[in-house]
Protein backbone atom coordinates (compact mmCIF):
# COMPACT_ATOMS: atom_id res chain seq x y z
CA UNK A 1 0.00 0.00 0.00
CA UNK A 2 2.74 2.04 1.03
CA UNK A 3 4.31 2.26 -2.86
CA UNK A 4 1.01 3.91 -4.29
CA UNK A 5 1.30 6.92 -2.39
CA UNK A 6 4.84 7.34 -3.07
CA UNK A 7 4.30 6.97 -6.70
CA UNK A 8 1.35 9.11 -6.93
CA UNK A 9 4.11 11.82 -5.07
CA UNK A 10 6.82 11.33 -7.25
CA UNK A 11 4.48 11.81 -10.31
CA UNK A 12 3.34 14.98 -8.55
CA UNK A 13 6.57 16.00 -8.45
CA UNK A 14 7.76 15.45 -12.07
CA UNK A 15 4.40 17.29 -13.15
CA UNK A 16 4.85 20.38 -11.21
CA UNK A 17 8.78 20.51 -12.00
CA UNK A 18 8.09 20.14 -15.46
CA UNK A 19 4.94 23.25 -15.09
CA UNK A 20 7.69 25.03 -13.43
CA UNK A 21 10.67 24.54 -16.50
CA UNK A 22 8.07 25.68 -18.77
CA UNK A 23 6.51 28.09 -17.38
CA UNK A 24 10.54 29.79 -16.80
CA UNK A 25 11.15 29.03 -20.08
CA UNK A 26 8.24 30.81 -21.41
CA UNK A 27 9.41 33.97 -19.11
CA UNK A 28 12.71 33.52 -20.43
CA UNK A 29 11.48 33.54 -23.97
CA UNK A 30 9.30 36.08 -23.94
CA UNK A 31 11.68 39.31 -21.73
CA UNK A 32 14.44 38.98 -24.42
CA UNK A 33 14.51 41.90 -27.15
CA UNK A 34 14.25 42.26 -30.50
CA UNK A 35 16.65 43.61 -32.22
CA UNK A 36 15.35 46.76 -34.93
CA UNK A 37 17.13 44.39 -37.36
CA UNK A 38 14.94 41.67 -36.14
CA UNK A 39 11.91 43.85 -35.94
CA UNK A 40 11.62 45.13 -39.27
CA UNK A 41 11.01 41.33 -40.51
CA UNK A 42 8.31 40.56 -37.55
CA UNK A 43 4.54 41.01 -38.14
CA UNK A 44 2.70 43.16 -36.16
CA UNK A 45 2.54 43.33 -32.55
CA UNK A 46 3.90 44.91 -29.53
CA UNK A 47 7.69 43.88 -28.67
CA UNK A 48 10.56 44.73 -26.51
CA UNK A 49 12.98 46.73 -29.08
CA UNK A 50 16.57 47.52 -28.85
CA UNK A 51 17.86 49.78 -31.12
CA UNK A 52 20.43 52.93 -31.00
CA UNK A 53 19.12 56.54 -31.21
CA UNK A 54 20.93 57.98 -34.58
CA UNK A 55 18.41 60.84 -35.00
CA UNK A 56 15.58 62.56 -33.50
CA UNK A 57 12.95 65.08 -34.32
CA UNK A 58 9.90 66.49 -32.78
CA UNK A 59 6.08 66.68 -34.68
CA UNK A 60 5.30 70.23 -35.50
CA UNK A 61 2.70 69.81 -33.65
CA UNK A 62 4.94 68.83 -30.46
CA UNK A 63 2.92 65.89 -30.09
CA UNK A 64 5.43 63.03 -30.98
CA UNK A 65 9.22 62.71 -29.92
CA UNK A 66 10.30 60.90 -33.39
CA UNK A 67 13.07 58.90 -32.55
CA UNK A 68 15.14 56.70 -34.99
CA UNK A 69 16.78 53.54 -34.27
CA UNK A 70 19.21 51.49 -36.12
CA UNK A 71 19.62 47.67 -35.28
CA UNK A 72 22.67 45.95 -35.86
CA UNK A 73 22.39 45.52 -39.52
CA UNK A 74 22.37 48.95 -40.21
CA UNK A 75 18.43 48.54 -40.38
CA UNK A 76 16.71 51.95 -39.61
CA UNK A 77 13.12 52.51 -37.88
CA UNK A 78 10.56 55.39 -36.58
CA UNK A 79 9.96 55.31 -33.31
CA UNK A 80 6.58 57.31 -31.95
CA UNK A 81 6.70 58.15 -28.42
CA UNK A 82 4.24 61.16 -26.76
CA UNK A 83 5.37 64.23 -25.40
CA UNK A 84 3.44 63.95 -22.70
CA UNK A 85 5.28 60.39 -22.17
CA UNK A 86 8.38 62.03 -22.02
CA UNK A 87 7.21 65.25 -20.10
CA UNK A 88 5.70 63.27 -17.60
CA UNK A 89 8.85 60.78 -17.06
CA UNK A 90 11.76 63.43 -17.48
CA UNK A 91 9.81 66.83 -17.54
CA UNK A 92 9.88 69.67 -20.06
CA UNK A 93 10.85 68.20 -23.68
CA UNK A 94 12.74 72.08 -23.48
CA UNK A 95 14.94 70.62 -21.09
CA UNK A 96 15.52 67.11 -22.15
CA UNK A 97 19.19 66.06 -23.98
CA UNK A 98 18.61 63.00 -26.00
CA UNK A 99 22.30 61.89 -27.17
CA UNK A 100 23.32 58.83 -29.23
CA UNK A 101 23.20 55.54 -27.74
CA UNK A 102 21.77 52.05 -26.96
CA UNK A 103 17.65 52.64 -25.95
CA UNK A 104 15.16 49.73 -25.18
CA UNK A 105 11.72 50.59 -25.52
CA UNK A 106 8.35 49.03 -25.62
CA UNK A 107 5.89 49.44 -28.21
CA UNK A 108 3.49 48.48 -30.61
CA UNK A 109 4.88 47.90 -34.20
CA UNK A 110 2.19 48.08 -37.38
CA UNK A 111 4.86 47.02 -40.00
CA UNK A 112 6.53 50.76 -40.82
CA UNK A 113 6.90 52.75 -37.06
CA UNK A 114 7.09 51.42 -33.38
CA UNK A 115 4.47 53.45 -31.34
CA UNK A 116 6.32 53.44 -27.79
CA UNK A 117 4.73 53.02 -24.73
CA UNK A 118 7.13 53.03 -22.15
CA UNK A 119 11.08 53.96 -22.17
CA UNK A 120 12.70 50.46 -20.37
CA UNK A 121 16.33 51.71 -20.67
CA UNK A 122 18.21 54.69 -22.28
CA UNK A 123 15.90 57.24 -20.15
CA UNK A 124 20.11 57.69 -17.87
CA UNK A 125 21.94 57.20 -20.43
CA UNK A 126 20.21 58.98 -23.69
CA UNK A 127 18.94 61.38 -21.44
CA UNK A 128 21.29 63.51 -19.42
CA UNK A 129 18.40 64.36 -17.35
CA UNK A 130 17.23 62.61 -14.10
CA UNK A 131 13.65 61.65 -13.85
CA UNK A 132 10.94 63.69 -12.21
CA UNK A 133 9.39 62.26 -9.26
CA UNK A 134 5.80 61.74 -9.31
Known sequence: M?????????????????????????AGASSSYTDVSDLVKSRPGTYLVRGDVVKWTVTPDRQLLV?????????????D??????EKKYGPLSQVIITNGEMV??????G??????????GCHSAY???????
Open 2 to 26: KTKPNVRYLLMSVSLLALFAVVGFY
Open 105 to 110: VKGYWD
Open 128 to 134: EQPAVNS
Open 67 to 79: LYLKGKDGSTIEA
Open 81 to 86: VPVSYI
Open 112 to 121: KVLHVEEILK
